[in-house]
Each structure stands twice: as structure tokens, then as C-alpha cells.
């Protein structure tokens, strides 16, 4: 295994880890459905595990091939993002004070005010990206976790992770990243200094709009980690067995489909910047986006396959632009093959801070040229 240290995250992806099965010789692993492992000849359990919600034989590859994308001290798979984020809560104690961005995953953000402040966590929202205000608001060991998402959604505010993590561990807190929409191609905040990095694997780690998983990896193997592993198993929150396996299969193809729909979204954010039916593009890889300074030193091979769109008009024009997509599916959620768009205002509950105009476009891997055809049409029906 020494050699995989020595090779490109994308190579680490394509091969899974290139663990071929010793008793077939079968070079894709199979699908383990057992729930229960039998002892060994001297009644040990086999590796150490002996149920499936305990140690989760079915997930080790996965959770070894992300840990090795992240650069981490290893990762845990969950049965969904929202499973992975809450776990990092779930690890603290009723007192304990968090500071979490203003923007952020909209279903994290709720978990907080209804069940983390409910249960006994003090919860303050910082703006996003605002480093001065996260100063201010982390109480020296009193803040346990600080919580950052980057590039943030719906506006794609960028949070300097090194900064962030200096300001926590000064604090002597943590700091866990949901790294969800930059995924390992192109940030590992780990060697930028945060301990506990988050995804929602239902989004680009498998890339297909098929799988509900979430994933943790963390910096460290240490008592905080231990915690949120018998979090995992007490409460429950695992994957079943074909989602790991079809995580697995999905991250080979990590790098090339991030690389071509973070390429295209460059592409897209690009043509529509002054483009007359749209008033801003909000992309971290457009100059004039306030993160894209940190955009450049934190994130590599582009900046991501998510952007939105402002159009000139109201929540009605928007939504009109959306429903006369002929490529681009109306449909919440992200990271898929297929390009995705969404008028987050609706969805989100009324007086929500998402401008009434935004378009939130999930970028695919479809032909650049047809995306921009296709939003270009769309577009059209502003000015009629
Ligand atoms: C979707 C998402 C989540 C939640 O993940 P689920 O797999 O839907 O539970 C968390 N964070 C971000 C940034 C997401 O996009």
C-alpha cells in the first residue's frame, strides 16, 4: 500500500485502492450483504468485527479510499450527508457552544436551531467567510466545533479553511468542513488544517443521483473520532450494502466527471458574466466573485461545478427560465451526471435570504456547448 502515497488522488479513485478479491481474483470487489461474520477457529471475531452495524466489513474499501482521497486518519460512512454532518454534533455534550456559517446546507442549518440548540449545543450563526466575525464569536474553551461549508451554497461563498482552522484551534475547538460541493478534486482541507471533513456522498463522491450516503473522514484517530464512531453504531446511521458498493464504484470516475463539469461550469459562469438577460453570475472562478482570492490558493483543477445565476426579473422570470430548460432538469439536489436546476427561493421557506432571482445550476457532464444552448434559450423568454 506504501506506493499509493506516491500516486495522484485520481489514480488512488480509478483503483479503488486496487484491492483484487483473493478468492476469485475478481478485480471489482463483490458486494458483501452478510450482516454477521462468523469467529475463527479460536472463537476471535475475523479483523476484529463480528456485526455488521458495529464495524462495517461491507464499507472498508470505500471509507479506506476516501480517507486516502482526503489525506485523512480514516473515514466512516453514514446512511446519508445529514447522518455524517450531525454526527460531529452528536459527539459533543449539552453546553457545549458551536459556531456554524450563516450560509450553509439548509438542512444542517435547521438540524441546529431544532434539535442541536434543543438538545443543549449554543449555536451562533457567523456570515459566511467572515474570518474577523468567527474571531469575535469563538469563546476560548468554550467553543467545541467550529463548522464551515466551502464553497457554500446557494452563493458559493468561499471560507478560507487554513484561516478558519487557526482561529478554532486558537479557541481550542475543532474545525469540520463540509466539503460536499468542492469534493477531494479540488480542496482536501485536511492538509489546509481542519480535523473532520463532511460530505453527503449522495452528491458528487458517487455522482449518479442513485445513492443516499454520507461520509466523515477525519485527521486524526483520536477520542472525538472514537465518539463518533459509537455515535454511528448506537444510533444506528449506516449505509446499507449495495449503497457502499455503489459508492465505491462511483468514486473511480470521481475525478474525470468533477473535471469536466467543473470545467464546463467555468465555461457556462464565463458566457452568462454581462450576459443581458442576467444580472450576476455568483461562480468562486469568476475574478469578481468576493472568494475567489481564496478560491485560487485553496482549491486546484478548477473551482467547482456549481453556480447560480441571477437573472433580470422576479421568483416568476426565474422560474419561467427553469421550466424552459430542455437539458438542464427542474430538480433540487447536486452532483450528479445530469446537469440540474433549481429556484432555491421557493423551495426554501418564505422571508429565506436567497435572492428571488437566483438559479441554482448543478453543471453535468454533458457537451459545454449544449448546456450554454440550452440556458441560452431558456433565457430567451425574458425578453419576450
Ligand atoms: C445534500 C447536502 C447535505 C446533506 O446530504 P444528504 O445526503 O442529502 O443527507 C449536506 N451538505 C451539503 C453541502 C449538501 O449539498
Known sequence: MADEKDQHPATVAARALGAVDAATGAIIPPIHMATTLQRDANYEKPGGRQYIRDEGHAFLQP???????????????????????????????????????????????????EFGAHWGLEVDFVPAGDLDALAAAVRPGRTRLVWTETPANPTW??????AAAEIAHRAGA??????????????????????????????YLNGHSDVLAGALVTARDDAVWQRIRRHRYLNGMLP??????????????????????????????????????????????????????????????GFGAMLSLCVHGNAEDAIRVAQGCRIF????????????????????????????????????????????????????????
Open 240 to 301: 446499507g450494502s449495495v449503497e457502499a458498493w455503489l459508492l465505491l464504484r462511483g468514486m473511480r470516475t470521481l475525478f474525470v466527471r468533477v473535471r469536466q463539469a467543473s470545467a464546463s461550469a467555468q465555461a457556462i459562469a464565463a458566457h452568462f458574466a454581462g450576459h443581458p438577460a442576467v444580472e450576476r453570475v455568483l461562480y468562486p472562478g469568476l475574478a469578481d466573485h468576493p472568494g475567489h482570492a481564496v478560491a485560487r490558493r485553496q482549491m486546484q483543477d
Open 174 to 203: 475543532l474545525l469540520g468542513v463540509d466539503s460536499t460541493a468542492a469534493t477531494p478534486v479540488h480542496t482536501r482541507p485536511i492538509a489546509l488544517g481542519a480535523d473532520l471533513v463532511a460530505h453527503s456522498a449522495t452528491k
Open 329 to 384: 432538469i427542474t430538480a433540487t439536489s447536486l452532483g450528479g451526471v445530469e446537469s440540474l436546476i433549481e429556484h432555491r427561493h421557493s423551495v426554501e421557506p418564505p422571508g429565506n435570504a436567497t435572492p428571488a432571482n437566483l438559479l441554482r445550476l448543478s453543471v453535468g457532464i454533458e457537451e459545454t456547448a449544449d448546456l450554454i444552448a440550452d440556458l441560452e434559450q431558456a433565457l430567451a423568454v425574458l425578453r419576450r
Open 157 to 162: 461563498t468561499v471560507t478560507d479553511i487554513a
Open 63 to 113: 471509507e479506506a479510499v476516501l480517507a486516502a482521497l482526503e489525506g485523512g486518519a480514516d473515514a466512516l460512512l453514514f446512511s446519508a450527508g445529514m447522518g455524517a454532518c450531525t454526527a460531529a454534533f452528536h459527539a459533543l455534550a449539552p453546553g457545549d457552544h458551536v459556531v456554524a456559517p450563516d450560509v450553509m446546507y439548509y438542512g444542517l442549518a435547521r438540524w441546529l436551531e
